[in-house]
């Protein structure tokens, strides 16, 4: 980068040639779509046998091409225009200062120099005569200059310095820019094999990290998110953007997108699955570096007169070195294999599209999955799961809520329905050491807030959509906890194996009389043992639970075939019947149980 590189550098160029990567982009966006949400979807429902499954195994591996096509020109388009906006106030800087030796009558040379005529005539003697300045950014260098020009007799050599330096100044600046921006853009190449692999998604992540490095001046230039602001505050944030911006953000913060209440469903899940699939690349990519366990896991030593089962010490110096990492690592991708799984059965079983409204593997795990948009939906039911629930098993929870989407859909009259598997909490994951204890519900309460706030912000239907909150197990403390914090959007709330909500009556709970629906199957030990921790109290009794009668909740049927902690979304059952019935706004058509006769348990 030298002076006639920048005079002639037109930034509409970059930014012309962005437009084009960012149309690419979305053009790889909708042919992503269509062959997940239509072409497939209608295949598999009009087709079968072996031809469809290759088939439709070639035309996933089609979709994620578009996908990396998708995320990778959206970096490229973000990155030209970032290169850009760097680059432009340079040239100003060097338009400015040209203009002013020209006004001057300075002559600029190729290298930046400024000659300056002699003065007018002195006083004292003959004119000062001409001279050149050369530009420095030293600041000791200036200050010589400047004491220099203090006993120059040609007042043109301080006016020619200054100039000078401003020259130098801004071939600096656009050659930091050029040399912090090209070598992201030649980063931002794909492998010629027409295969996306792990490693190839890995490098998607790194690609990003670097792009995003490079950019924070630019990012930082944009309008920003409210501070901890509102669901109503993002999204009015949001809808203030133009295309370029919304870009710009979903390409560099894909994670902060994604985790925005309020935000549209289609503009989370774009974001939240760019995440998804740079990070099953990066964590499949670091498992493939890690030696697996030694096949001698186990050996038998004698310990006193009993033979003992311990781990080989070739097992125990692996686990050392590699178990946490290894194990986190399996864990996390077996989760992340039930999510595209569930991406992967758009279409079966007249599944709908999905959507990925919040993910993150760190820790236990975060993901919020909907079957069906949201935004668009009459009825929205938000399932919070219990103890144990993890990025690992996730699988299962979101299996819950397919069911409940089905049967939901075939009583709501025809108006679309939206289920939605919310792991946004860190759930205890000990059922003796940590579900007794509150502090993971009341931690993760507001989160589950701002969630079904959001879910308002976000809608764009006609009227204000019908919202369940269904909570198993712990997951209705949490929905407890999240009603006496603050405001519950919701209006029914079903509890199924409550062990106790935190509040002792039904109408704390913050939603009309009468909608407060709880399950309790035949051989469900938890409502009974977990009173006692989150049971509320007041001056009917202590630990008062929804399966109590004066909590005042509708007992709902499960059924005969339901029984224990966890079956109250086996198909076919009345249990999960019950529960679509709920979400679809049809209360009147629950089946409840009678209410217990207390004169024959006088008797």
Known sequence: MDIEALKTFKPHEFEEAATGYRSASDMASQAKDALEQRITAQMQKALKGKALEAAVTQLREVAKDFHYVQVECGLVGT???????????????????????????????????????????????????????SGTLSEQARAIQRQAGNFDPNPNYALAQDIANRIAEAVREATEADQKWAPQLRALKADDDLVVSDEDWADVGKDAQGVSGAGRHYLDSLPQPPKDGSPQANADWWKGLDADQRAAWVSLRPDAVGGLDGLPATTRDEANRAVFDEQRGTYQTKLNGIPGPPANEWTWITAGMYPAKVHTDEWMEWDRKHGDEYRHLKSSLHGMESIQKRFDSTGLNDLPEAYLLGFSPEGNGRAIVANGNP?????????????????????????????????????????????????????????????????????????????????????????????????????????????????????????????????????????????????????????????????????????????????????????????????????????????????????????????????????
Do not use: C
Request: glycine residues 14%; negative net charge.
């Open 79 to 133: 990155a030209l225009n970032a290169f850009a906006a760097d680059v432009r106030p340079a040239q100003k800087k060097l338009e400015q200062a040209l203009s002013e030796a020209a006004e001057r009558k300075f002559t600029v040379g190729a290298d930046g120099s400024v000659s300056y005529p002699a003065a007018g005539e002195n006083p004292g003697g003959s004119p000062p005569g001409p001279g050149s300045a």
């Open 375 to 603: 935004d668009t939906a009459v009825h929205q039911a938000v399932y919070v799961p219990g103890t144990t629930s993890n990025l690992e098993g996730i699988g299962g929870d979101i299996g819950r809520m397919e069911n409940v989407w089905r049967t939901a859909t075939d009583a709501a009259d025809g108006k679309p329905v939206s289920t939605i598997t919310w792991l946004g909490y860190d759930a205890p994951q000990d059922i003796v050491k940590d579900s007794p204890f509150s502090h993971y519900a009341n931690d993760g309460a507001p989160a589950f807030n701002r969630f079904m706030d959001g879910l308002d912000a976000s809608h764009t239907g006609d009227s204000d959509p019908h919202r369940t909150a269904i909570g198993h197990s712990y997951g209705t403390t949490l929905i407890g906890s999240a009603a006496r914090q603050g405001d519950l959007n919701a209006d029914d709330i079903i509890t199924a194996g409550s062990p106790g909500v935190q509040v002792p009556k039904a109408e704390q709970l913050d939603v009309p009389k009468g909608h407060v629906w709880n399950q309790e199957a035949d051989g469900d030990p938890v409502p009974d043992i977990g009173r006692f921790g989150h049971g509320g109290t007041d001056w009917d009794g202590p630990w008062r639970i929804p399966s109590d009668e004066v909590f005042g909740a509708n007992q709902m049927t499960t059924g005969s075939n339901v029984s224990g902690h966890s079956e109250y979304w086996k198909e076919g059952s009345e249990s999960l019947r019950n529960q679509g019935q709920v979400v679809a706004g049809h209360g009147e058509n629950v089946t409840l149980k009678p209410p217990p006769n207390h004169w024959e348990h006088m008797r």
